[in-house]
DNA sequence: TAATCATATAAGGATATCATTATATGTCTA
DNA sequence: TAGACATATAATGATATCCTTATATGATTA
């Protein structure tokens, strides 16, 4: 898991709906099958499967077929690291993601801008 | 803020979002007017105002007026505790978070399902 | 207090997301 | 290898979100 921002928009916007949520702290106390979860949150299999592939996707759980069923279960650790590496990000992200980085000379150039005096307002 | 899964829920929506990361994350460096972000980001003002307040919801950024001006902050400390409290909650979620206490006795009964047979090859 | 500027809210249309039903894929077993 | 079961993907309709334009609110200043 690539600590970039995309990658956080992507596990936050994971974690961001009630039922993911749910879903990754479920499968953090043990490993759960499609039917099982099924079964625990009342809504349909093709649901439960499309919200288990996002977290997939965001790298917050990982699959494992035994036989007919395929177990699903919590990679948290992986999520500790990369809230760590966000919290150490904002301390100083210009320098930390790339994708932040256009936005220093573009904060330069604010401060000449006419057209935005509120700058001498501000309380650093 | 409240440590409960809907407000983290609220945070992770928030910052679901890869305009509203980015805000947050410009917000950490210091504090921006809205048409300083405006700017920046090159969206309309409603739609940094809106953005803003669903972070100022999510209890991420703060806002002061000075004079005619809005000034916003980001707030990361309390993110950092929230996080924390995360992190410490899905090592035992049932316990740790309300809405999750009535998986507890679901999870029991999924034992006794006999439609659901793939307990057995669960591995713990 | 009227005009101006900054920000917030409202309205409306475009797009994305979500849930369900239907179907396809993959695995096991008789 | 045919049938049954578990899961994944596709199709479709309902709802939510996001953007922009238009308007309202709040604050300053002439």
């Known amino acids: 898991m690539e600590n970039s ?3 956080l928009q992507k596990v936050f916007e994971a974690l961001g709906q009630e039922i993911r949520l749910r879903l990754f702290l ?3 106390t043990n490993s759960f099958c499609v039917c099982e979860l099924e079964e625990l949150f009342h809504v349909s299999q093709p649901a439960i499967s499309r919200h288990l592939n996002i977290l997939k996707e965001a790298g917050l759980v990982t699959d494992t077929r035994k036989g007919q069923w395929v177990f699903y279960r919590a990679n948290p650790e992986e999520l500790k ?5 966000f ?3 904002w301390r100083e992200p210009l ?5 932040m980085e256009e936005f220093g000379e573009k ?4 401060a000449q801008n006419p057209k935005i005096p509120c700058a001498l ?3 650093r």
Chains 1, 2 share one sequence.
């Open 26 to 28: 479920i499968l953090c």
């Open 107 to 110: 904060i330069q150039a604010l």
């Open 121 to 123: 307002e501000r309380e």
């Open 95 to 99: 320098r930390a993601f790339g994708e």
């Open 5 to 7: 921002l995309a990658t």
């Open 81 to 85: 690291t990369l809230l760590a590496g």
């Open 87 to 89: 919290a150490e990000g």
